[in-house]
């Protein structure tokens, strides 16, 4: 699990540095929503 985590992370790195904050934002907002949406939808 620790792999995969060090794998993601590097992953998500070098994507950030070659898209910069453009993808980023986005995604956390995404995220973000998303993870409200469970908690107020789902008991």
Known sequence: MSLAQVVGARLG???VISRG???VQPVIVAVTLLVAFKLL???
């Open 13 to 15: 790195s070098n994507l």
């Open 21 to 23: 904050s453009a993808l």
């Open 41 to 43: 939808v789902l008991p």
